[in-house]
């Protein structure tokens, strides 16, 4: 099916530990997002592409590195990984910037820092 | 910075009920998304408005953009309704980009 598609779906990782969490669309979208979700709050943006080679970052980018090597793929990198980066993560794609045909979504993946 | 607000956090219902969830944003924005989170954490688009009402099945959404304000409204709500609906507003990033400012979801349980 067409879709976002994210791995894992779960992670535990130790302090310091790094690791990629990968997402992958297959519907030709130029734009694609990362955003962590904490509990009781909003969504927050990470960072974003609007097109191969082309990253920015968004409200919460620190702790974080992404790339965008081709359309289809967008991974989102830890590099040292913290208690606060404990979160639920999730991955998105748009057409367009003003997403007039709305948002997909990946499934998300469940990430614990002990 | 928008602030995103929706009311109320935690609704309870019966099945059958008609249900309205609120949102107000506090800046102007270039458009309006409701989305729909089921327990296990997939995100669902389910409108995108910027002015207006659409209507998809048992689900109207409507928008008020001089008073910043949509709702959500489920007719004869039935319990695989149970999920969180977030708001989310649109508004310039920077250039041409946009972003996404997201409320902290309603937790709707419909009972049978």
């Known amino acids: 099916n067409a879709g976002v598609t994210q791995t894992p779906k779960f992670r535990i990782l130790k302090i310091g530990q790094s690791m990629t969490l990968q997402c992958a669309q297959d519907?030709?979208?130029?734009?694609m997002y990362w955003y962590r979700q904490d509990p009781g709050m909003g969504l927050k943006l990470i960072y974003y592409?609007?097109?191969?080679?082309?990253?920015d970052k968004g409200e919460v980018p620190n702790g974080y590195n992404v790339s965008r090597s081709t359309t289809e793929d967008f991974p989102l990198r830890l590099e040292l990984a913290a208690p606060s980066q404990t979160s639920v993560y999730f991955c998105?794609?748009?057409?367009?910037?003003?997403?007039?045909?709305?948002?997909?979504f990946g499934s998300g993946t469940r990430l614990t820092v002990v | 910075k928008n602030e995103v607000e929706q009311s109320p956090q935690n609704l309870t219902a019966q099945e059958g009920e008609f249900i309205t969830i609120n949102c107000s944003y506090s800046v102007g924005i270039s458009a309006l998304h409701w989305l729909q989170q089921h327990p296990g954490g997939g995100i669902v688009s389910l409108f995108m408005l910027s002015s207006g009402k659409k209507k998809h099945g048992r689900l109207i959404a409507t928008i008020n953009i001089q008073e910043k304000h949509s709702s959500l409204h489920i007719t004869a709500s039935h319990p695989r309704d149970s999920a969180v609906y977030i708001c989310?507003?649109?508004?310039?990033?920077?250039?041409?980009?946009?972003?996404?400012?997201f409320g902290k979801g309603t937790l709707l349980t419909v009972n049978p």
């Open positions: 592409s609007v097109g191969a080679g082309i990253t």
């Open positions: 989310a507003v649109s508004e310039y990033l920077r250039g041409s980009n946009y972003k996404l400012t």
């Open positions: 998105a794609s748009s057409y367009s910037d003003r997403a007039l045909n709305g948002y997909t």
């Open positions: 519907m030709n979208h130029n734009y």
